[in-house]
């Protein structure tokens, strides 16, 4: 569902970002990304719906090529969805106009089917009480979870988290990965860059772990908890566990 071939990008010219990456993302698996702050987990997945552009390799997502100059970014970018650390959730706009609007605008559903699909949603992500407030008047987990909804109202093939609970106080933690986790269940294909190890171990099916721009573990959750090839995966599981 994803691909990466020989990946390279470099910010400015001397700044190597990612190096070399090549790995893939089956459907339906869940595969976690974590690693030192600035070894690139964000802009590893900010490629994979050109939120940045690469300098070199191809990237596919399903039958789609998203680094050649033909591909229809709106249309790439209705079927990957993003979920990222600071919920951008448009501040004007009620919980239902945020889910509403990019598949009335970018899909032209009706505005029936998109209110009723938003309700589907809602539903799902425990929310459904919450259509008529406005994103302020909602607790941080709550608007990641808005958040979430509003990337599952495109249909995407794929979801991508840039460490969806950072932001969060711990107590609203739980509650978002809980939505990740059922998603996770309901089988979609998902990137998750988050330092939520309980996460990756009960819920991925593969553990990237990044550093300086090199995929150094590509591995099961259970085999890169408890057996690391790397020092630095070694190093990074202590400071963090
Ligand atoms: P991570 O998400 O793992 O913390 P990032 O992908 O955000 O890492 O950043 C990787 C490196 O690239 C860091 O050194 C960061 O400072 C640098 N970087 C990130 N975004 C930009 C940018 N837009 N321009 C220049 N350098 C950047
Ligand atoms: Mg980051």
Not at 17 to 40: A, F, M, T
Not at 183 to 189: D, F, I, K, R, V
Request: aromatic share 6%.
């Amino acid at each position: 569902m994803i691909k990466f071939n020989h990946v390279n990008k470099w910010y400015g010219r001397d700044h190597h970002v990612l190096k070399n990456i090549s790995l893939e993302v089956k459907q339906g698996e869940v595969v976690v990304v974590c690693g030192p702050s600035g070894s690139g987990k964000s802009t590893l997945i900010r490629t994979i719906n050109q939120l940045e552009p690469i300098n070199d390799g191809e990237i596919w997502v399903g039958d789609v090529q998203v680094t050649s100059p033909k591909t229809d970014i709106n249309k790439l970018r209705a079927e990957v969805g993003f979920v990222f650390q600071h919920f951008n959730l448009y501040p004007h706009l009620s919980v239902l106009e945020n889910i509403t609007l990019a598949p009335i605008q970018v899909k032209g559903m009706s505005k029936a089917d998109a209110e009723a699909q938003a309700l589907t949603l809602l539903e799902r992500v425990g929310l459904s009480d919450k259509k008529d407030a406005y994103p302020s008047n909602l607790s941080g987990g709550q608007q990641q979870r808005v958040a979430i909804a509003r990337g599952l109202a495109m249909n995407p093939k794929v979801m991508l988290f840039d460490e969806p609970t950072s932001a969060l106080d711990p107590e609203m933690i739980g509650e978002v990965l809980q939505v990740m986790k059922t998603l996770a269940e309901s089988g979609m294909t998902m990137m998750v860059v988050t330092h939520e190890m309980g996460f990756a171990r009960e819920v991925a099916d593969r553990v990237l772990f990044l550093d300086q721009g090199v995929v150094l573990e590509d591995a099961h959750p259970e085999t890169f908890f408890t057996n690391p090839q790397h020092d630095r995966a070694k190093q990074f599981l202590r400071q963090i566990l």
